[in-house]
């Protein structure tokens, strides 16, 4: 068997060339940028502003947008309350003292006649003196709609006598009953809506501007003019609101003018609301005061006021929506306790906490219990106010 022979490496033939597998080869040119570049889902979420972010959050919070349009509802309730009211604010039925709410019905005796109400009969009951009533069915009084009833002034602006809902000629339409005068209690309702709704909204607005005001000065300047305002605050909040409440109440002249009582009794829900406000300010802006934007309109000589009103509250904005929502219902029950205690809003104007003083004795109560109907929309508007505060609340951080 004969050795194999050594063959030098430049004899060997030259292996063949290989050919580029085809996902090796792109025909683009070269994009840097393309790995950095989002698809249309990603550039929709990580592109949008705050607000769009807290919208989006917002709408998934079932029960704040359903207390939302609540709410809105209500607001343009107020607008057109006139409109809505079977009856005009005070005009009385003294054949209808405490009558009882009359029952909307479709069918008479098996027949399709369209929404009416029966009239009713009434006698005293002598044993505990109640005012009994009775349905007659002989009595069909048919429900009109955009009807001609009694005359009324849009706003005291505006004659009219345009209604949603009337009764027929001679008849009565009392959904939610009448009062110790004879006064439809739903139209009452509807027209103080307008007053306990307007008032929440006034007073929150005079305890963001003394809030933010305060807060803002001791949050940007710091040092004494800090020391001084949580002073203020410490004194304000240590004093029991309710027996200041009354105390404030008791001191406006009882010859002021209604509308005069209104805004009184506005500034002391706002005069005695904003504390909380300015220390959530304060501490807000002690920490925002220290970054690049703030000092940026330092250096470019912005006047303090500028760099608080435009640069720093617009920074927690969001912030200060959720709180207003949450102190609006606050308001609402500080009106309706004083009216009920006989030391907020007089007749003849008209709200819930002044419905609601007619139904102090419990002797009445327990013989007409319609006369409580005015807690209802109280205790739905500051649920609805509650649950979109929540809402708001949490859509107030949309990177959370």
């Known amino acids: 068997m004969t050795p194999p022979t050594d063959i030098a490496a430049s004899d060997m033939p030259a292996p063949p060339p290989r050919k580029p597998l085809a996902h090796q080869v792109s025909t683009a040119p070269f994009d840097p940028y393309s790995v950095e570049r989002m698809n249309a889902e990603q550039e929709r979420y990580y592109l949008a502003s705050q607000w769009r972010m807290m919208w989006w959050k917002f709408r998934r919070h079932r029960l704040a947008v359903i207390s939302g349009i609540f709410l809105i509802m209500a607001y343009f309730i107020i607008l057109i309350s006139e409109f809505l009211s079977p009856y005009a604010l005070h005009s009385r039925h003294v054949d209808f003292i405490y009558a009882p709410p009359q029952r909307v019905h479709l ?17 005293l009951n002598m044993q505990n003196l109640k005012r009994e009533y009775t349905d007659n069915p002989d009595r069909v009084e048919k429900v009109r709609f955009f009807c001609l009833g009694e005359s009324y002034k849009w706003w005291g602006l505006i004659e009219s006598r345009l209604h949603l809902a009337c009764a027929a000629d001679g008849g009565t339409l009392f959904l939610l009953g009448t009062d110790r005068l004879g006064r439809d209690v ?95 300010v304060r501490s807000k802006l002690l920490a925002l005061r220290e970054e690049d934007f703030c000092l940026a309109a330092e250096l470019m000589g912005a006047k303090p006021r500028r760099i608080i009103w435009r640069h720093l509250i617009p920074s927690f904005m969001s912030h200060l929506i959720a709180s207003a929502t949450l102190a609006i219902p606050s308001m609402i029950l500080g009106e309706t306790a004083l009216s009920f205690l006989g030391l907020g809003l007089r007749p003849p104007i008209t709200s819930w906490g002044v419905l609601l003083n007619e139904a102090q004795n419990i002797n009445v109560v327990a013989l007409y219990p319609w006369l409580m109907f005015p807690v209802l929309p109280v205790i739905l508007v500051v649920l609805a106010f509650n649950f979109l505060g929540d809402g708001l609340r949490d859509a107030a951080d949309p990177y959370r």
């Open 107 to 123: 069918f008479d005796k098996g027949t399709f006649v369209g929404p009416f109400v029966y009239g009713m009969d009434y006698r």
């Open 186 to 280: 739903l139209s009452r309702i509807l027209y103080g809506a307008r007053i306990s709704l307007t008032i929440g909204l006034v007073g929150v607005s005079v305890s963001f501007l003394l809030g933010l005001g305060l807060g803002g000065i001791a949050g940007y300047y710091g040092g004494w003019v800090d020391a001084a305002v949580s002073r203020l605050i410490e004194v304000v909040r240590s004093v029991p609101h309710v027996p200041l409440w009354l105390a404030l109440s008791a001191i406006l002249p009882v010859n002021w003018s209604p509308i005069l009582v209104f805004f009184g009794i506005t500034l002391i829900l706002g005069l005695l609301d904003w504390t909380g406000l300015a220390r959530a």
